[in-house]
């Protein structure tokens, strides 16, 4: 067993670090802070000129042909350095989506403008009464010649306000069985009859509602067969649980670190007393318990296969442990835990209260951690339907 990514990532890695020193500044970092907008446009172009934006794709399809310990390597460091790749993670998932089930036409159209960086998509599967089972979608399409006119509501159509398209899951059959009536379609966020509505979240995250009515969408836009929209829908979710390297808590961690060196209370830095140094231990091992799952992953996808289980093993692990993680060093810091990024004298700048209030999404958005246990129930270890 090797735990190491190889010479390869490594390498890769100090790139990815030149880059980041050059085109990531605190003002960027700041800037997604204040909005909730986790992107930022001249930083995502920049990774579009480097050639990184799908990076593993093969070179026949604009990338670089990065093998998944790059790709996992480039991804450890944009999230250490706290770079907002929202708008990448989500415009990777649905570009690859494009890329495997899109017509040659749409993928001509669309994908050379998402590899330059001049474009970011939205997903808008959940609605008010459709999360976890998205294929409960109500949203309507219904086929006008050579167009289609939806009518609906979408929730939590993340950053909807900045991208291009939003990849809609629609129902076109309300005949049939919930998941087989459903066909999927990237509708132009600027087409009339959109409207979007932010919603502010508790971790300072910006989402939005966004309304549908009577908008036109051509058939070309339609990205797979009709009525079989879940077929996509299944598709995208594997590419969007399919391993994220390093998480939030990693970033977190290394903050508190930091801070519990170069802070002293009652005459000696924070970092010498035991208790501090339990704490921070737990964190370190549970952030690296939930890397090595992340790498196998990684393994996964190296060796041809589909991360399903292991993706779900991942995102489940790290986002529980990073709520265990925020908790611990909330309560480790004090009172003044609760002083938020900007306060004076907010211990580590504010960032573990940031991450306290962000903490929780991360159980809910992408799937839930009940959802993420169905699946490695149910396809990982053969167990009943719950
Ligand atoms: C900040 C934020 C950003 C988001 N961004 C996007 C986005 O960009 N695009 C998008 O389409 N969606 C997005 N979502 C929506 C997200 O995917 C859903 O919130 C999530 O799937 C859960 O759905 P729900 O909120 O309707 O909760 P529900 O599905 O109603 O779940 C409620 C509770 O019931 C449990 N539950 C549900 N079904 C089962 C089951 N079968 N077995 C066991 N327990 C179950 C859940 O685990 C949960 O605890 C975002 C959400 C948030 C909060």
Do not use: C
């Not at 990531?24 to 000129?49: K, N, P, Y």
């Not at 690859?96 to 050379?112: F, V, Y």
């Not at 079989?228 to 970033?251: I, K, N, Q, Y």
């Amino acid at each position: 067993m090797d735990f190491r990514l190889g010479s390869e990532a490594d390498a890769f890695r100090g790139i990815v670090r030149e880059f980041l020193d050059e085109h990531l500044t605190d003002e960027i970092r700041e800037r997604a802070h204040e909005t909730g907008t986790v992107h930022d446009w001249d930083f995502h172009r920049a990774l579009g000129e480097r050639g990184w934006i799908a990076a593993s794709w093969p070179v026949e399809y604009g990338g670089q042909g990065r093998s998944p310990y790059e790709l996992t390597a480039m991804r450890e460091e944009l999230r250490l350095a706290g770079a907002p790749t929202d708008g990448l993670g989500n415009t990777l998932i649905v570009a690859r989506t494009i890329n495997h089930l899109g017509s040659p036409e749409l993928k001509e159209e669309l994908l050379p403008r998402v590899l330059r960086g001049e474009m970011i998509f939205a997903l808008g599967y959940s609605e008010p009464d459709a999360g976890s089972d998205a294929a409960a979608a109500k949203t309507r399409a219904v086929r006008d010649g050579d167009e289609w006119v939806i009518n609906g509501q979408k929730m939590f159509t993340t950053l909807a306000h900045e991208a291009a398209y939003v990849l809609l899951l629609a129902r076109t059959d309300p005949d049939v069985a919930k998941h087989q009536g459903l066909t999927m379609f990237l509708v132009p966020l600027d087409a009339a009859g959109v409207e979007i509505t932010p919603v502010h979240t508790l971790g300072g995250e910006r989402t939005n509602v966004t309304y549908y009515t009577d908008v036109r969408v051509p058939d070309r836009l339609r990205v797979g067969d009709v009525d079989h929209g879940w077929e996509v829908a299944t598709v995208a979710l594997a590419f969007e649980r399919g391993g994220m390297g390093l998480t939030e808590s990693d970033r977190m961690w290394r903050q508190t670190v930091e801070w519990a060196s170069t802070t002293e209370r009652a005459g000696a830095p924070v970092i010498d007393d035991p208790l501090v140094r339990d704490r921070l231990a737990r964190v370190a091992i549970a952030n690296e318990v939930a890397k090595l799952l992340a790498y196998r992953v990684s393994w996964v996808v190296a060796s041809g296969g589909v991360p399903s289980i292991e993706g779900s093993m991942h995102k489940l692990f790290y986002a529980e442990r990073f709520q265990t993680a925020v908790a611990e060093l909330m309560d480790m810091l004090g009172p003044e835990a609760v002083l938020a990024h900007g306060a004076d004298d907010a211990p580590v700048d504010g960032w573990v209260e940031h991450q306290y209030r962000h903490a929780p999404v991360t159980t809910i958005y992408g799937g839930t951690s009940e959802v993420m246990r169905n699946i490695i129930a149910q396809r990982g270890l053969g167990l009943p339907r719950a």
